[in-house]
């Protein structure tokens, strides 16, 4: 790795300082000079989407760097042979060919073989079913998947109807595409109606299964209270038809037995990656009338997206709460919108799932045991750029809406919101690594890595919702999907503005309020412990704060002790020449207005 010591130019708008680069094996590090204050901006190789040499200035040579957490950096070096050497460094550094080589195989926060096994069993996937009461005289966890022979792409244990019987899940699983056959995702205890998930059948224009036709109704039979139930796809019907072409396709009606089917139109992975791109040019954009930003933000279709992932959740807890029906959804292969709308529409109907555990429950459930393409949407190897789109963003981003409609119904802050996202392109820890069980477990990501979840519990106090009225104050969630209910999200798009007027959201100053509350609190009660016990307390030991370390290296705000002292880090080399570094806000028009 490298270090890169020159003078330096760093603007925040029309600031200017002088300061250092370093790269080493794991981040990007700039370093500012100036004598009152070392500022430093951390930006992880993981998080790098692209690196661009623009043409000469006078300044020197550009260097333009995008991030996957919408960090946008741009550089300009003094010599060219600096500025290929640092582009070169930055593409390999960027871009890993084997999963070996990703940050989470290195990473070391000098804990046990005990706390990290026992990190990864902090989430107990059977528990939550246990908690929906299964199993029970319908449902049945089964691990009939336990050598992958059902799908390739699924956990071991599922969740499958008790009337089906091996024939049936062996027959249906020939017949929906990747062997992805219908599975339980939430039993909803009070009526004992389903959410189920699967892929597309292969039916093309006239196939049929009589296994599949009785899963089916295994799944219609499990909730007696509703005499039908409904299939979901969750493309668009053109998108659909074609695949029909291809032998795939979607239900018929006349197979089946009393379902009703409807599509929901979210748009495929490919119209999502080109919607985030013209919604960043957006961002990106210097000094945009109100007109121009507004007319980008409508023209980018990002919100229509975001409105249509959440209008198939609502619609999902509708059917199981008010109807009293059970649901099977389904994309293409299950494991892009299926998810999407899943998670969302289990979040709507249990509060469990608003708690810290909980939500940590429903990504572990819904999307990594479930098969979700982490590894190729988040472009953590260099692949098929086709593959990348911002699936789970738009999950996030749909419930952070919701937390904008009822800010007092989840128990954590848009700050672990934006920690998981992050932490989903940092490729630090093991969890989103991979693209299903089965390979996770060829990569031994549980013995090699350690679980995200644990290091942000140790942080709930700084994460959590100040508002949270807690478990029981909201049990259903029936958000206003009207146009006008969905905002621009400044939080994750426009977070790294580094205005002259820093905004201060009335969230994380009530949260810091309460957090000192809380260590006031805690200082006064070891001061009567040491008054009425005469004891000493080592002071210089004791912040009554749950250490963060473990993550604060990631998140740039400390370097390693190591860089802090000498830096250069333990692989350092120098490299001479002028750079300047300028972070261009995202959308800094947008904070002005508002």
Same mark, same amino acid.
């Given at each position: 790795?490298?270090?890169?010591?020159?003078?330096?130019?760093?603007?925040?708008?029309?600031?200017?300082?002088?300061?250092?680069?370093?790269?080493?094996?794991?981040?990007?590090?700039?370093?500012?000079?100036?004598?009152?204050?070392?500022?430093?901006?951390?930006?992880?190789?993981?998080?790098?989407?692209?690196?661009?040499?623009?043409?000469?200035?006078?300044?020197?040579?550009?260097?333009?760097?995008?991030?996957?957490?919408?960090?946008?950096?741009?550089?300009?070096?003094?010599?060219?042979?600096?500025?290929?050497?640092?582009?070169?460094?930055?593409?390999?550094?960027?871009?890993?060919?084997?999963?070996?080589?990703?940050?989470?195989?290195?990473?070391?926060?000098?804990?046990?073989?005990?706390?990290?096994?026992?990190?990864?069993?902090?989430?107990?996937?059977?528990?939550?079913?246990? $908690?929906?009461? %299964? =199993?029970?005289? +319908?449902?049945?966890?089964?691990?009939? *998947?336990?050598?992958?022979?059902? #799908? !390739?792409?699924?956990?071991?244990?599922?969740?499958?109807?008790?009337?089906?019987?091996?024939?049936?899940?062996?027959?249906?699983?020939?017949?929906?595409? $990747?062997?992805? %056959? =219908?599975?339980? +995702?939430?039993?909803?205890?009070?009526? *004992?109606?389903?959410?189920?998930? #699967? !892929?597309?059948?292969?039916?093309?224009?006239?196939?049929?299964?009589?296994?599949?036709?009785?899963?089916?109704?295994?799944?219609?039979?499990?909730?007696?209270?509703?005499?039908?139930?409904?299939?979901?796809?969750?493309?668009?019907?053109? *998108?659909?038809?074609?695949?029909?072409?291809?032998?795939?396709?979607?239900?018929?009606?006349?197979?089946?037995?009393?379902?009703?089917?409807?599509?929901?139109?979210?748009?495929?992975?490919?119209?999502?990656?080109?919607?985030?791109?013209?919604?960043?040019?957006?961002?990106?954009?210097?000094?945009?009338?109100?007109?121009?930003?507004?007319?980008?933000?409508?023209?980018?279709?990002?919100?229509?997206?975001?409105?249509?992932?959440?209008?198939?959740?609502?619609?999902?807890?509708?059917?199981?709460?008010?109807?009293?029906?059970?649901?099977?959804?389904?994309?293409?292969?299950?494991?892009?919108?299926?998810?999407?709308?899943?998670?969302?529409?289990?979040?709507?109907?249990?509060?469990?799932?608003?708690?810290?555990?909980?939500?940590?429950?429903?990504?572990?459930?819904?999307?990594?045991?479930?098969?979700?393409?982490?590894?190729?949407?988040?472009?953590?190897?260099?692949?098929?750029?086709?593959?990348?789109?911002?699936?789970?963003?738009?999950?996030?981003?749909?419930?952070?809406?919701?937390?904008?409609?009822?800010?007092?119904?989840?128990?954590?802050?848009?700050?672990?919101?934006?920690?998981?996202?992050?932490?989903?392109?940092?490729?630090?820890?093991?969890?989103?690594?991979?693209?299903?069980?089965?390979?996770?477990?060829?990569?031994?990501?549980?013995?090699?890595?350690?679980?995200?979840?644990?290091?942000?519990?140790?942080?709930?106090?700084?994460?959590?919702?100040?508002?949270?009225?807690?478990?029981?104050?909201?049990?259903?969630?029936?958000?206003?999907?009207?146009?006008?209910?969905?905002?621009?999200?400044?939080?994750?798009?426009?977070?790294?503005?580094?205005?002259?007027?820093?905004?201060?959201?009335?969230?994380?100053?009530?949260?810091?309020?309460?957090?000192?509350?809380?260590?006031?609190?805690?200082?006064?009660?070891?001061?009567?412990?040491?008054?009425?016990?005469?004891?000493?307390?080592?002071?210089?030991?004791?912040?009554?704060?749950?250490?963060?370390?473990?993550?604060?290296?990631?998140?740039?705000?400390?370097?390693?002790?190591?860089?802090?002292?000498?830096?250069?880090?333990?692989?350092?080399?120098?490299?001479?020449?002028?750079?300047?570094?300028?972070?261009?806000?995202?959308?800094?028009?947008?904070?002005?207005?508002?």
């Amino acid at each position: 790795s490298s270090h890169i010591q020159y003078p330096e130019l760093i603007y925040y708008f029309l600031k200017a300082a002088s300061g250092t680069l370093y790269l080493t094996a794991t981040h990007l590090i700039y370093v500012e000079a100036s004598a009152e204050v070392r500022k430093e901006t951390w930006i992880l190789h993981h998080h790098i989407s692209s690196v661009e040499k623009l043409p000469l200035t006078t300044a020197g040579y550009p260097l333009l760097i995008h991030c996957k957490n919408f960090h946008v950096a741009h550089f300009v070096i003094g010599q060219e042979r600096d500025c290929q050497d640092v582009f070169t460094s930055l593409l390999k550094l960027s871009q890993p060919v084997k999963p070996e080589e990703l940050y989470a195989f290195s990473y070391n926060p000098k804990m046990s073989k005990e706390n990290r096994e026992m990190g990864w069993k902090l989430i107990d996937l059977r528990l939550d079913y246990q $908690r929906m009461g %299964i =199993p029970n005289d +319908s449902w049945e966890i089964t691990d009939i *998947n336990k050598d992958y022979e059902v #799908c !390739s792409t699924y956990p071991p244990e599922i969740v499958v109807p008790r009337a089906a019987t091996k024939a049936v899940v062996m027959g249906s699983s020939r017949f929906r595409s $990747r062997g992805r %056959i =219908p599975v339980l +995702s939430y039993l909803y205890k009070e009526n *004992n109606a389903a959410l189920c998930r #699967c !892929s597309q059948p292969l039916a093309g224009f006239s196939a049929r299964c009589l296994e599949d036709e009785q899963m089916l109704q295994a799944i219609r039979e499990a909730n007696p209270g509703c005499p039908f139930m409904y299939v979901v796809d969750t493309r668009p019907k053109l *998108n659909a038809m074609a695949n029909r072409a291809a032998g795939k396709g979607y239900e018929n009606e006349d197979n089946y037995e009393n379902i009703r089917f409807k599509f929901i139109g979210i748009e495929n992975i490919h119209v999502m990656r080109s919607s985030l791109q013209k919604l960043l040019e957006v961002c990106e954009m210097k000094s945009p009338s109100m007109s121009d930003f507004l007319t980008g933000l409508e023209n980018s279709g990002w919100l229509r997206h975001i409105k249509a992932v959440m209008d198939a959740g609502v619609f999902l807890a509708k059917a199981v709460r008010e109807e009293r029906a059970s649901v099977l959804v389904h994309c293409s292969d299950g494991w892009d919108r299926t998810a999407q709308v899943c998670s969302l529409a289990s979040l709507l109907l249990d509060p469990f799932y608003r708690t810290f555990k909980g939500f940590m429950v429903l990504i572990e459930k819904e999307w990594i045991a479930m098969g979700h393409k982490f590894s190729h949407r988040c472009g953590h190897l260099d692949g098929d750029p086709k593959e990348v789109s911002p699936v789970f963003t738009q999950f996030v981003e749909c419930v952070w809406q919701l937390m904008q409609q009822f800010p007092c119904s989840f128990e954590f802050s848009e700050r672990f919101l934006l920690e998981i996202h992050d932490h989903v392109y940092s490729c630090q820890f093991g969890n989103f690594l991979g693209t299903c069980h089965k390979e996770r477990e060829e990569l031994r990501i549980f013995e090699k890595t350690h679980s995200l979840w644990p290091f942000l519990l140790q942080r709930k106090q700084e994460l959590r919702n100040p508002l949270y009225r807690g478990f029981t104050a909201y049990k259903e969630l029936q958000p206003n999907t009207l146009p006008f209910s969905f905002q621009f999200w400044c939080g994750m798009y426009n977070r790294f503005d580094k205005g002259m007027h820093p905004k201060q959201c009335v969230l994380d100053q009530l949260l810091s309020c309460i957090s000192q509350k809380v260590t006031l609190e805690d200082s006064a009660s070891q001061l009567e412990n040491v008054s009425h016990n005469g004891l000493h307390m080592p002071w210089g030991g004791w912040n009554g704060v749950s250490d963060g370390s473990a993550l604060s290296f990631c998140d740039g705000q400390h370097p390693p002790p190591n860089l802090r002292e000498n830096g250069t880090g333990s692989q350092g080399r120098h490299i001479l020449g002028p750079v300047i570094l300028w972070i261009i806000s995202s959308l800094s028009i947008f904070h002005n207005y508002h």
